[in-house]
């Protein structure tokens, strides 16, 4: 019975996410330009006795500006479920942020149906998919273990 429970537990929040990043893809893509970056690097309280454990977190924040049905509209968030861009390594956001200049044309999805809605990456779709699967098996995997003991318990 926890195989189920846990099965449909972690493969409802799997759903949520699969739907979610699916739902990105139905973005309209626009051209944009990045307006300003900021960055804030941060000390984590490390709970780890692992010497490769983050001990920091840099938080990159960018402003982009585009424009849609001859409406210029300026946007911050990173990915609907992520509003900034976060890092634990300084070289990936150092690159990010060099990357990432004001002036740098950027891809953005916009929702046509509330253009002020806009991201500059769309959810993952192929990670809460395959957990998904392992969910679904999982759910499987309980089942049958619930039906093999009342097959054997059954009387003849």
């Not at 739907?19 to 307006?35: C, K, N, S, W, Y």
Request: aromatic residues 8%; charged residues 20%.
């Amino acid at each position: 019975m926890l195989l189920i429970l846990v099965g449909t537990a972690v493969g409802i929040v799997c759903a949520v996410s699969v739907l979610g990043a699916l739902d990105d893809r139905t973005f309209v893509p626009v051209a944009g330009e990045v307006v300003s970056i900021d960055h804030d690097r941060e000390m984590l309280v490390v709970r780890s006795n692992s010497p490769s454990a983050p001990t920091h977190e840099t938080t990159v924040r960018l402003t982009y500006r585009y424009t849609w049905a001859e409406q210029s509209f300026t946007a911050h968030r990173y990915a609907f479920d992520e509003p900034h861009q976060t890092f634990t390594d300084d070289a990936e956001a150092q690159a990010f942020v060099d990357a990432n200049q004001p002036g740098t044309p950027v891809d953005v999805l916009l929702d046509p149906l509330d253009p002020n809605e806009a991201i500059v990456a769309v959810r993952e779709l192929q990670k809460p998919a395959v957990f998904a699967g392992l969910s679904l098996a999982t759910i499987l995997w309980g089942i049958g273990a619930l039906l093999r003991r009342w097959w054997t318990t059954r009387t003849p």
